[in-house]
């Protein structure tokens, strides 16, 4: 097995709400185990979506500035690991690299 996910939002919840179950995700050309995620339920996923909405008038008062502060940062993640996030999607879907990079990333 490649990577197991094991932090990240939401994916944090199914742990933290003492669930074990996991989902596998496969490289669909090999068939190989390349992590290994928490599964979430609903009570899970409601959760998560109480915390958005929790958050949300926090983010309406950054005014745009403040928020195209946000995502210009998240932009630079998103630039900075294009090929690590393009080889995931090539692992997970079986996808070409070039057509991971340039329709996904």
Do not use: C
């Not at 003492?18 to 995700?25: A, Q």
């Not at 500035?65 to 690590?84: E, H, M, P, S, T």
């Amino acid at each position: 097995m490649a990577e197991t996910t094991t932090e990240g939002p939401g994916l944090t919840t199914a742990q933290q709400n003492g669930h074990s179950k996991t989902i596998e995700v496969t490289n669909p050309a090999t068939g190989e185990v390349i992590a290994s995620v928490p599964a979430l339920d609903t009570s899970d996923v409601a959760g998560v979506v109480a915390r958005a909405r929790a958050a949300q008038p926090g983010w309406a008062a950054l005014g745009f500035d403040g928020r195209a502060r946000i995502l210009r940062r998240a932009q630079k993640w998103v630039v900075d690991n294009a090929d690590r996030i393009a080889r995931t999607i090539v692992s997970e879907n079986g996808k070409a690299y070039e057509d991971a990079q340039l329709a996904e990333v």
